[in-house]
């Protein structure tokens, strides 16, 4: 089993910046990705950022890109995402998710394990 514990969460102004992070504890050999999620009011969880914990090789969603960047910082341990330029729509509770497996980053099936969330607020 593996845990997943996202801290950093808060408010910001937009233009602002805030890094999440999101620390992993168990049987964590067995992951193969690390992702983050969000999710506002009413909406579906959307991918955020992935990262592979052996490639390193990273995903962006095309609202993000250029914005946020998302790294490895202990090896399929604690992974980071770092949100500059912080804009309303960015508002929502973040998700750390992890995979053993492969299949479309962004598809919340092709997650193992997830966190509790860390809520992220941006105001105008």
């Known amino acids: 089993q593996v845990q997943l514990v996202e801290s950093g969460g808060g408010s910001a102004q937009a233009g602002g910046s805030l890094t999440l992070s999101c620390a992993a504890s168990?049987?964590?050999?067995?992951?193969?990705?690390i992702s983050w999620f969000r999710q506002a009011p009413g909406k579906d969880r959307e991918g955020v950022a992935r990262i592979g914990t052996t490639t390193y090789y990273s995903y962006y969603a095309d609202s993000v890109k250029g914005r946020f960047t998302i790294l490895q910082v202990v090896r399929k341990k604690m992974v980071t995402l770092q949100m500059n330029g912080l804009k309303p729509e960015d508002t929502g509770m973040y998700y750390c998710?992890?995979?053993?497996?492969?299949?479309?980053?962004?598809?919340?099936?092709?997650?193992?394990?997830w966190g509790q969330g860390t809520q992220v607020t941006v105001s105008s």
């Open positions: 998710a992890a995979g053993i497996s492969g299949g479309r980053w962004s598809d919340t099936r092709n997650y193992d394990y």
């Open positions: 168990g049987t964590t050999d067995s992951l193969s990705y």
